[in-house]
């Protein structure tokens, strides 16, 4: 189980979270505009890298608060917590 | 060879007709029906651990085709009519049982859902019936069926055909019937890159050298994004962690396949006597074979609460794998946007028992540059298109 260091309540096991998958990812400025495949692209493909990603978690059983994590996929450790609207950091 | 050795471990040439990456149960069964159904021998199967050591090693070993659209049923029916004959296809014992499989309703939606999946497999040839609760204890007595639990059984879809394999066996006997006809098998030879020239694949880079091949063919399951990204193509999966486990060896309690939705888990006893089990995926991506310790406790609750006779029983081993999950609950099959690349990917949770089927027809999309009708509807583009094949309410818990 992972241990989750969420920003406003601190380290908490992953039961006490919701996954929300990749972070970054807008809704479109204007949806009417895109094509067919721009709009598929949007729905259904994410980004799914052996290595750091960029995802969300909702702390649902706590502050039931949104932030972003970046995980590395190979040993689920966590290398940065930051708010939603911020950058995603710099992984050295 | 050895003598004992069932298969030849080859090494690496500097050029092929076909390369399949992945010596899973799909890609062995792919390069089998390349040789037997095409005669097309000059095939390499590139694996980057061992032969059949990634899901092929640590499913479930269900097999069933009874899923709601004809696209699926198709597919599905496909390989269990396969199954059906595998045994003596491969002259190798696969203890392929045909108990069958009840899939649960526990709520007035699954009732619905699961006398609408009946009646759309018997339509679609796929043998199923619907069970009252006195149904399922005849077929199998050991579920609970009392209206006193939390979540009780209203019915369940039975499907008397669908059963279990010994995995193992069934890559065994592929990988000796497809060496016997020429294929090369090459294990820890890890694929690092596929060299596209002009929009053609010509090449795949490997911690073995370069291998030219005429067709490449990725069977890779869980690392299928990682592969196609060094080709310039993006999937729509996401890689997840699957848990399994087993008890220790008990006496024969349970003759058939449970499965249920609504409280997470599927059930089989093995022939050897160990409870199989499987669970839900993990949440969160990873590529690590190892899921969260929280989803095996629930697994469990949920195993006891169907089964209450196993409440003694001793868990021996759990252990997890990845799998490639689609947006829809189906797989992806056939042409890529570089040619000469194929996709099989987006099994997700259920690939096994689509074994023979999956291998049957990815071999002739490879010999024929054309998907095989059986899995024409099933391409990348659907996700533009819009054509999904949603299987989200006959994928079980897990398929």
Redesign the interface.
Known sequence: MLLIPCPWCGARDEVEFHYGGQAHVAYPEDPSALSDEQWGRYLFFRENPEGDFAERWSHSAGCRRWFNVVRDTRSNRIKHVYLPGEPRPVTP | MHPDRLWRSAEPRKSYEVVIVGAGGHGLATAYYLAKNHGITDVAVLERGWLAGGNMARNTTIIRSNYLWDESAGIYEHALKLWEGLEEDLGYPLLFSQRGVLNLAHSLQDVRDGVRRVEANRVNGVDAEWLDPAGVKEVCPIVEVSPEVRYPVLGATYQPRAGIAKHDNVAWALATAASALGVDFIEHCEVTGIEVSGGRAVAVDTVRGRIAANRIALSAAG?T??VAATAGI??????HPLQALVSELLEPVHPTVVMSNAVHVYVSQAHKGELVMGAGID??????RRG???IIERQMAAALELFPVFARAHVLRTWGGIVDVS?DASPVIGLSPVENLYLNCGWGTGGFKATPGVGWCYAHTIAHDEPHPLVAPFTLDR????ALVDEHGAAAVAH
């Open positions: 690392h994004s990682v993006d999937l729509p999966l996401q890689t949440a969160a991506n990873s590529y690590r969260a310790f929280h947006p996700f533009t298109t819009g």
